[in-house]
């Protein structure tokens, strides 16, 4: 009789064990699926957001110079860096990961001085130096979400005998990267606008002419990359199709993009449109369960 006690307690001792076992198992895998109280495809979401809206904000200055009553960049200006801030800290609050908190802390850095400028009434010596130090914040923001990819990656892997095959690891780091094609478009929008004005007389260079035109092919290959994502649903090609739309009133008119014969607040509002849409269609990207 004492035999078989022991023996059972020997089962349910391994079955306790075992059931431990499993639960931690599943708690790290949920742990590491996710970035603080965020998922990852929302933390990449959102940490695109923040490249965008260093464009925006430094658009917006360089239109108020010609523009100074235009009440919508006054707004820009002002919401895109409570924004920007904001959504710096929870990013920040949320990271447990080493160098994604290194790269936010440069952010942090750069966006300190790039404040200072734009918090200056718009004046074109100002301007030429958000110019000059605009790509330095972008490449910042930009940095943290590869690292944010980078570490969900590292997530997957450690994790992947919770997934089904090679196959739903795959589909979920290609869902990573389209969210984040589809996020940077936002930037690319804002961006094309900001070197637009930035190519007026007062400011043009010919690193400002190259570059308007790099975001514009940059921009125009990657909606092509969005239209044949596997991803896509219904309501995802519907806003693709919306986006085509507003694009090639743009692209059709090239040549007008290059010798600035658009009229200043038709590309500030078309700007603004665009990166609405992608917006859009990113947040829908987020939400494709796999």
Known sequence: MKNKIHMYKSILLIFVIGLMLSVSDNLYAQKNEKYGSLSFKNAINVSGKQRMLTQKISKAYLYLLNNASNAQAKKDLLSSQIIFEEQNRILIQNSRFKEVNDKLKMVNELWVRFKNLINVQPNYDNAKKIIDTNTDLLKATNAVVESIIAESKKS??????????????????ELESTINISGRQRMLSQRLAFYYFANRVELKSKSSVQMLSNVFYELDGAINKLLVSKFNTPKIDEKIGLAFSKWNTIKKNVSKLKNQEFEEIEVYKMSNQLTKIFNEITLLYEKVNI
């Open 156 to 173: 997957i892997t450690g994790t992947k005998n919770n997934l089904d095959d090679s196959d739903s690891i795959e589909d979920i780091l």
